[in-house]
């Protein structure tokens, strides 16, 4: 079946870096998007920004330009989000998610615990 | 950026009865070439991802019961609940796909009465 299957959870020290991988399944990969959305505890969902699975082209939201790169690997079916210099308000649940009819969001990965910590 | 607000933030309703969220735009998510609203609705149940429950503002997602429904257009928007049941205990996002950032209302938590 259609699904997204995320790395696992991830403790980092301050000024780290973490690469986050979402790998699909169950749908042509290169025909849609995959977006990044992070939860941090208590807070609304967050949107990160977006690849076309097909190009590669990217959008990131202007809150994370420079911090965040988001890539694809067509040959193992997997996407990828980098966030770099963390700081402890990065800590945070982190998803995938594919643009679906119209680009809104109808599957989603397990999502990914990122703990930033000294 | 568009700002989405919703309401009530908490609502209590008995099993059976009806539950209504609101949502509300800084401005329109009505796309005029082709009069889609670029409005979801999502469920989030706790330790889970979202699940989309409605796109383009009213269309039902494959799977979903049909006591979901989502109604509105342009800045304006309701997500009902017709008859409560006790799945149906989540969090409610609404969420705008009309332009970049992709921005999410605060959630509204339904609990049962």
């Known amino acids: 079946q259609v699904q997204l299957v995320q790395s696992g959870a991830e403790v980092k020290k301050p000024g780290a870096s973490v690469k986050v991988s979402c790998k699909a399944s169950?749908?042509?990969?290169?025909?849609?998007?995959m977006h990044w959305v992070r939860q941090a505890p208590g807070q609304r969902l967050e949107w990160m920004g977006w690849?076309?699975?097909?190009?590669?082209?990217?959008k990131y939201s202007q809150k994370f330009q420079g911090r965040v790169t988001i890539t694809r690997d067509t040959s193992a079916i997997t996407a990828y989000m980098e966030l770099s210099s963390l700081g402890s308000e990065d800590t945070a649940v982190y998803y995938c998610?594919?643009?679906?009819?119209?680009?809104?969001?109808?599957?989603w990965g397990q999502g990914t615990m990122v703990t930033v910590s000294s | 950026d568009i700002v989405m607000t919703q309401s009530p933030d908490s609502l209590a309703v008995s099993l059976g009865e009806r539950a209504t969220i609101n949502c509300k735009s800084s401005?329109?998510?009505?796309?005029?070439?082709?009069?889609?609203?670029?409005l979801a609705w999502y469920q989030q149940k706790p330790g889970q991802p979202p699940k989309l429950l409605i796109y383009?503002?009213?269309t039902r997602q494959s799977g979903v019961p049909d006591r979901f429904s989502g109604s509105g257009s342009g800045t304006d928007f309701t997500l009902t609940i017709s008859s409560l049941q006790a799945e149906d205990v989540a969090v409610y996002y609404c969420?705008?796909?009309?332009?970049?950032?992709?921005?999410f209302g605060q959630g509204t938590k339904v609990e049962i009465k």
């Open positions: 401005q329109s998510v009505l796309y005029n070439s082709n009069t889609k609203n670029y």
């Open positions: 383009w503002a009213s």
């Open positions: 690849i076309n699975a097909g190009n590669g082209d990217t």
């Open positions: 998610t594919r643009g679906g009819r119209g680009d809104a969001f109808d599957i």
């Open positions: 169950g749908y042509t990969f290169t025909s849609y998007a």
């Open positions: 969420q705008q796909y009309y332009s970049t950032p992709r921005t």
